[in-house]
């Protein structure tokens, strides 16, 4: 079998910053191929090459055994970024043939635009409706609607960077059967991924970056482990010690009282206390991310009451919230977490202008300090902070909004899905941190479906279903199994 794509000595530089030396990468026809590595290694940049985005400093690309063509590619290639770039107020099938909408006479053919989306989604064995405002999608329906979007620009090659990484469990496996079909239909996936178990479960093959290198590459087979796939990505063996340590807990800093806002989450109540870590957790429509926005006052109005040190507050945006000591990391970076325009040192300084800014002038050493300590203990791969925060990788872009939390020194911080598009050596930073800050007396709250992110930090976990909580654990009787049965509303004893 000849491969569908080859790349070789692919070299390409921002600058000073060398991103890809002489990178060789083969994709086999209708095979699910993985590509990983650390944040900033490189793969987005591969990608953007494979798919025509920006040009390659060197190198030779065949596609389909010829010579790369760029007029070409835009049919053969399509790349799905992590952040969707669908229109909320239009329908499915209008997103679908956006930019190549089909026509009778001057008008819009609508109904053969619905019915040629009907023929997609019926291919892909998918539910969704091409009538329906995309706006109103689940993450997984949005992220299967740009699927379908490349499919029906009949690619046959289809990248995909992170697809899973805001969904939840049911929401994965659900679009794990759209790839699988497609796999069934001929068309080649590469899979840019942090989460090694679903390269395990779904990818037949992997390539590994490392510093803009290619460090391995092979199939995945049986005896393949996580551990193998991070030992290439970091270059050593990551540590399995459990980043949990024990600690003081402080006197109750925040409670949540009968909280309830109709068909989002019921009676709800919950503690924290000062340096302790809580975790949230539940599957798609538990309500955990309406409930902490609207505690912020980004999700009003609702019933019941929020106790900050005792004291009842009404908290009616998250300007009031930081006034209260609470600062809030929504889940979605691009729409909610980053300013586009802005430099990555604006980023970052955001949300303590005030108490740089002395005399109306400020501060540059200040700035300069703050900022160099987040990118230090946070591991920030930036080469100049002047630039656009765009410019940095993804995984980067989601520290730099941890730091702009942390940096404003809270004494609650809520992260919703925290460590979104970060690496695993990366993760274990993040927790470090996360526990170091902890043991120094700020609170956290983590709302998160990953287990292992769960174990890592909490004192206790709140598992809730369908907006209400079901099971409050303590960390000596964590487990994952109970923690799935509950949260697909199942019950334990205890
Ligand atoms: N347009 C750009 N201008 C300047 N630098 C860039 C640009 N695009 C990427 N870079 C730099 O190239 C390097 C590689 O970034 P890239 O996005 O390819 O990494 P990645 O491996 O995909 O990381 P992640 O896992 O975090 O998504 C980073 O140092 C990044 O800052």
Redesign the pocket.
């Known amino acids: 079998m000849n491969p569908v794509a080859e790349m070789k000595s692919i070299t390409k530089s921002?600058g000073n910053?060398h991103?890809l030396k002489e990178v060789d990468f083969t994709l086999m026809p209708g095979s699910i191929h993985a590509l990983l590595?650390?944040?900033?290694?490189?793969?987005?940049?591969?990608m953007n090459i494979l798919g025509n985005i920006i040009p390659k400093d060197s190198g030779s690309i065949e596609l389909f055994g010829e010579v790369y063509d760029e007029k070409e590619v835009k049919n053969q290639v399509a790349f799905i970024h992590?952040e969707l770039s669908l229109i909320n107020d239009l329908t499915v099938f209008e997103n679908l043939f956006l930019g190549r909408e089909l026509k009778k006479g001057v008008f819009l053919d609508k109904k053969a635009m619905r019915e040629e989306t009907e023929k997609y989604i019926q291919m892909l064995d998918v539910d969704l409706n091409a009538n329906q405002l995309v706006g109103t999608l689940n993450p997984a329906l949005k992220q299967i609607t740009e699927i379908l979007r490349a499919v029906m620009q009949e690619a046959k090659i289809i990248i995909m960077d992170e697809p899973t990484s805001s969904l939840t469990d049911v929401e994965i496996n659900h679009v794990f059967n759209v790839i699988r079909n497609l796999k069934e239909s001929g068309v080649s996936i590469i899979f840019?991924s942090?989460k090694l178990n679903e390269v395990l479960t779904i990818c037949d093959s992997y390539t590994i970056?490392r510093d803009g290198h290619v460090v391995a590459t092979g199939e995945v087979t049986d005896d393949l482990t996580e551990a193998h796939l991070s030992s290439h990505m970091v270059g050593k063996d990551l540590s399995t010690d459990i980043i949990y340590k024990e600690r003081p807990i402080g006197e109750m800093i925040l409670e949540l009282e009968d909280l309830t806002k109709e068909r989002q989450f019921k009676n709800v109540d919950m503690t924290l206390k000062k340096g302790e870590i809580i975790g949230v957790t539940g599957l798609l429509g538990d309500g955990r991310s309406e409930l902490f926005m609207s505690v912020v006052g980004a999700n009003s109005p609702f019933k019941g009451t929020v106790k900050v040190n005792g004291q009842a507050v009404k908290i009616k945006n998250t300007t009031q919230a930081m006034k209260n000591n609470i600062t809030y990391v929504p889940k979605n970076r691009k729409e909610n977490g980053i300013i586009s325009d802005l430099s990555i040192k604006e980023n970052m300084i955001l949300p303590i202008m005030n108490s740089l800014d002395q005399y109306g002038i400020l501060n540059s050493k200040a700035i300069q300090e703050h900022n160099q300590r987040y990118i230090n203990e946070l591991f920030i791969?930036?080469?100049d902070t002047k630039?656009l925060i765009t410019?940095?990788?993804?995984?980067?872009q989601q520290k730099v909004v941890l730091a702009k939390a942390l940096g404003s020194q809270p004494e609650i911080v809520i992260l919703d899905n925290p460590t979104q598009?970060v690496?695993v050596g990366a993760k274990l930073e993040i927790y470090s941190l996360i526990m170091k800050l902890a043991a120094e007396g700020i609170s956290f709250i983590i709302l998160s479906s990953e287990y292992p992110e769960l174990y890592n930090l909490c004192d206790r976990v709140y598992v809730m279903f369908h907006g209400e909580v079901k099971h409050e654990f303590r960390r000596e009787d964590l487990n994952e199994e109970d923690i799935m049965l509950i949260a697909t509303g199942g019950s334990v004893h205890g």
């Open positions: 921002f910053n991103v590595g650390e944040n900033g290694t490189g793969k987005t940049t591969l992590q840019i942090h970056m791969k930036v080469s630039n410019s940095l990788s993804g995984g980067n598009g690496d």
